[in-house]
């Protein structure tokens, strides 16, 4: 055992971390078997929910998950908590190997229910009708002729697994883990009984996983701690101390589920201001105001002001809402009809003089307009190696095209975070949260398609939008990992995440990356373009920056996979990719520019 807690005081999240996680947890539970005592049965449990916390993806986690099962069951004798565990590993590792025993268990706890249910009514129906008190119903004049064997469906439909959080100074994310999808209720207290300001959440039929921390000490400028417990109604109440706030949003993820809550610092870069502190971000599309670009907005306003303070009106107070950048048709596999479609829409070059240029930039960044740090995503990687054809795994070419696109964009000035710099699985909603936290400017996430028929290719760029074709819809299913039913059914939260998200800004950048690719890598390469269009992906669900999706090709098709191989490719196409984010970065010093009166 000292030899496990050894390694990984080491290497704590290091490629041989989740099996000294499941070896140590073993090792306490057959120490308990013998020992009887409690500290080593909690040992067990730590250890095995430690995996499950860090390493929620790993081949080993529905192991894990099933030995706490097991723990509760033979070792606390408490079969209410193993019975949570073992459907906790159906709901969440639907195809894991442990699903069948877990199963098999479920069906052995139930027989043996009914046989001891089955016992007590016949010995007295009135005792059969108590019941215990792990099992009884609430309560009601309906539950009381009930046998003790039905009164299990008023245990939770779902199980409270854990909560995770990434936090900077005005920005935190926190993900609710549960066993299946869940309703929730939430509430803002002014003052609570402790004297601060709380946000409540109530997580509806919901127990709470014994090992789930009642308390937790936060401190990162916007939570003070986060307390859990059950609540009245039968659900797992959340309650989260603010230190401050000026606006939150909660929305659910499916497959794995999980309940996600942002939460925005007063003065932060989440959208809203002062004027809308502490308010939930979920009114109705139709109650939007007409779409006005950021950019505009933002020069609007700064020119109002300049203009009240020398006493002159101001030409214009609120610009006329800016069309958005012409989208290449989805169709199209040739790339010069778009290509020149791109061209003719590059707003016109302007003759800048460096003391006009540094004027741009100081009032780019005054706006919180600034392009410095960039976040670049992998996607994929550890178990989950996403698309898998010819040879490749894109897990590999993602990250691959990661560090070349991250070099060229060095060169070109900006400072570079990345997601991840090896084989590693991170969940979608922490990649989106890391970036939060960096304070990215833009946010980039790299892909590679795949498709049943072979001959499809090309180049595909995406923003988080509605989905308006059925090719959008299938490939943010594949990279969601959930049916793109299930994408049509849940687009309906974007009716309150599009409210907050960067939209207009990235449409543009994901348009200007699609057209620059296109000019760096066919002079080269032969390249089809599927155009730039916006679909539902959770990878982008809830960044505060623009942010884009790039599936960079096809590795069902041979010939495209054949480039996605080779570096040469990739580097001409990373070209591209820095290209696009040089022009967007130099159209808003443009529009900075040209809202400033300077010439």
Known sequence: MKHFERSLAAEPKGEYAPKCMFFLGRSFEELARRSFAKADRAGALEAYDRLLKVFPKHGWADDAMFRKGMVWLELAKDPVQAEGFFKGVVAAYPKGDMVPKSREMLAQMAGAAQAQAGSKQ???????????????????????PEPAAKAAPAKGESTLLGIRHWSSSDYTRVVMDVTGDVKYERALVEKAKNGNKQLQITLQRTDIAADVMPARTIGDGILSQILVGPDTGGGALITFDLMQMDHYRVFTLPEPYRVVLDIYATGGNGVRTKDSAATQVEEPLGKQEPEVDHVQRALAELEAKSAAKKDVPAAKSVPEPAKAPKQAKSGKQSGSPAQGAAAKEEAPQIDVTPKQKKYAGSLVEQLGLKVRTIMLDAGHGGKDPGAVANGLEEKDINLRMARILGRELQQQGFEVHYTRTGDKFIPLEERTAMANAKNADLF??????????????????YYLNLATDAQAVRVAARENGVSAKKISDMQFILSDLMLNSKINESRQMASLVERETLRAVRPK??????????????????????????????????????????????ASMAKGLASGVVAYKNKLERFALSGSGKS
């Open 444 to 461: 980039i996430s790299l892909h590679c398609n795949a498709i049943k028929e072979a001959s499809v290719k090309g180049l595909e760029v």
């Open 122 to 144: 016949t010995e007295s129906p009135a005792a059969s009708r108590a019941g215990s008190p792990a099992s009884a119903p609430a309560p009601s004049s309906k539950s009381a």
């Open 525 to 570: 390469y032969a390249l089809a373009s599927h155009g730039a269009k916006g679909a539902f992906f959770y990878v982008l669900t809830g960044a505060r920056m623009p942010s884009i999706l790039v599936e960079m090709g096809y590795l069902t098709n041979p010939e495209e996979a054949a480039k996605l191989g080779s570096d040469a490719y990739l």
